[in-house]
């Protein structure tokens, strides 16, 4: 208890912020008579933030585990000798951006100072922009990293520390194993010295991708309409709808603005229940083609359309394939041509691709994977995020993937065809693939993981009515898959991908069922079934 207290005040009496750094001193002294605040000091000072899939990401506040002024200046420092050692003795480039979450601009500022004053060439790009725009601006700059500060679509009171490597993809292993290494040998007092750096905007050369990426629609009044969440997504999504000379585009009003409290929503995710009611209302009202959502920093794409006389936005899995298909319509490509989708979203993409005479490749979740495959044409993951244009942006892409279904809805029109009978008639060719996504909530993390392992140690031989004909301990590396944490519970016809969180009480479980096209009632009702059975094995 007392090396508690005693690392807590040395962290306070470091903490560059006045706000954090007053705080803390409150809570320690309530904390030495307040077992609430004595929990919330144990918890603050539960160890340094670890790069995970999407970086560091947690609440703000004062300490160690939280996002703040001194976790930035740390984290910032053990990035830039990381950069430093590894720039062959050139002088490392760097690109800053940031969204309009609460410290966004406060923290990439202090990134700008950290890496200035360590040498660096640092580039900042306007405040307040979205994520894609960073990874696009890493590329095109040939910049050897770059931070964007975002907590991409997490609750109001988080913030977090993204981190691209000289590909403009997310960092996988060793490098964010080597980074963190880095971090943790920072001193208490990192001193900035004089800091100066340049200030850039590439929106005009990104907007001028897209316009290549899909140069023409032939139905300009094609009606959209559009959320960017009270995120940063709308200036770029309504200039490059200018681009396109489409002015029939209808934007949600109370959600039109970046506002860090996302006040019209209880989580500010397209695909969380609720998130899209708003849009969908007015698609509705405006008669519209189509409805598209952006999450906050607008790196994923969420899409909405008429299915049997009402609105329902598409499953990720759905919007995924038909964005494959669309793909491999398209002139010029090569049999050496990368297809690739995540391990826990549907199989159905790698098929297409094999079937196609392209490559199809599985990855572990998390875009950063599909951002290092050469010769990627698409990649996707179920959680709503594309990659549609990997020779620009090597990341999710909320912006190029928008564009690229406003251009497959343009020719269904033309076709009167919709979004959801194209997908009938893809699951006609190549076999009825649905695919559903269950979480289960549980009391503690510890719990999670256990039962994950209980599944692998003592397997059921049915769930439901499927057999289960083979279980994959994800620990062991499975083809050009690494090891990761979960396991796979293979029957005929179905799968169960099963993952405990690493942070979090749950459990995610991840549904495949396939069958004829022609059964499609009989094998949704198997994949309901498959539901039920995995919440009662779980619960």
């Known amino acids: 208890m007392t090396d508690l207290f005693e690392r807590a005040q040395r962290w306070a009496e470091n903490d560059p912020d006045e706000k954090t750094k007053a705080e803390l001193i409150s809570l320690l002294a309530q904390a030495k008579s307040d077992q609430r605040a004595l929990k919330d000091l144990e918890s603050r000072f539960s160890g340094f933030l670890e790069f995970g899939t999407a970086g560091l990401r947690a609440e703000i506040g004062a300490g160690e585990s939280r996002m703040n002024l001194a976790v ?7 990035l830039c000798e990381y950069l430093l050692k590894h720039s062959n003795n050139q002088t490392p480039l760097l690109i800053v951006g940031n969204d309009a979450r609460r410290m966004s ?25 979205p994520t894609p725009l960073v990874a696009y601006s890493v590329k095109k700059l040939k910049a050897d990293c770059g931070v964007m500060i975002t ?43 004089s800091a100066t750096w340049e200030q850039i905007d590439t929106r005009p050369q990104y907007l001028a991708r897209l316009k290549e990426l899909v140069s023409n629609i032939e139905h300009r009044d094609l009606r959209i309409a559009y959320t960017p969440l009270h995120g940063v997504g709308l200036d770029l999504f309504m200039q490059s709808m200018q681009n396109l000379q489409m002015s029939q ?3 949600v009003s109370e959600q039109a603005q970046p506002d860090p409290t996302f006040k019209t929503v209880s989580f500010p995710n397209p695909e969380e229940p609720g998130a899209t009611d708003l849009l969908l209302a007015l698609a509705s009202k405006v008669k519209a083609d189509l409805a598209i959502a952006h999450d906050p920093d607008a790196d994923r794409c969420a899409v909405g359309a008429v299915y049997e006389n009402s609105w329902r936005m598409l499953k990720g899995d759905e919007l995924g394939i038909l964005l494959a298909w669309w793909l491999m319509q398209k ?40 951002g290092h495959i050469k010769d990627l044409v698409f990649g996707y993951e179920e959680a709503i995020g594309y990659l549609v244009d990997p020779k620009a942006v090597s990341d999710k892409d909320g912006f190029s993937t928008a564009v690229l279904v406003i251009e497959l809805m343009d020719w269904a029109k033309g076709e009167n065809k919709s979004l959801f009978s194209i997908l009938d008639e893809i699951y006609q060719q ?12 549980l009391p503690n993390v510890t ?10 140690l003592n397997p059921p031989k049915y769930i439901g009515t499927e057999m289960v004909e083979a279980v994959i301990d994800m620990r062991n590396p499975q083809g050009n898959l690494p090891a990761s944490t979960g396991v796979i519970l293979q029957m005929a016809n179905a799968r169960v991908i099963i993952r405990p969180s690493g942070t979090e009480p749950k459990i995610k479980c991840y549904l495949e069922v396939i069958g004829e096209f022609k059964d499609k009632s009989q094998v949704s009702g198997r994949l309901a079934n498959l539901a039920l059975a995995m919440e009662s094995i779980l619960n």
């Not at 190549?430 to 909530?441: D, F, N, P």
């Open 151 to 193: 907590a991409s679509h997490n609750p109001p009171k988080d913030n977090g520390y993204k981190v691209y490597d000289h590909f403009g993809a997310g960092i996988i292993p060793p490098v964010d194993e080597l980074i963190s290494t880095y971090i943790s040998q920072q001193n208490e007092v990192i001193k900035i010295d």
């Open 249 to 251: 585009v209808f934007v």
């Open 331 to 370: 002139p010029n490509l090569k049999p050496t041509d990368v297809f690739s989708a995540s391990l826990v979203s549907s199989s159905l993409v790698v098929k297409m691709a094999k079937a196609n005479g392209f490559l199809g490749e599985t990855t572990l979740p998390g875009m950063k994977w599909a």
């Open 430 to 441: 190549y076999g009825l693939h649905l695919t559903e996504q269950i979480s289960v909530r």
């Open 447 to 456: 719990l999670a993981k256990e039962k994950s392992q209980n599944l692998i």
């Open 105 to 129: 601009a406060e923290f990439a500022t202090e990134v700008c100072r950290v890496a200035s004053s360590f040498g660096l060439r640092v580039k900042q790009l306007p405040s307040q922009v």
């Open 72 to 78: 930035i200046r740390r984290a910032t420092a053990g």
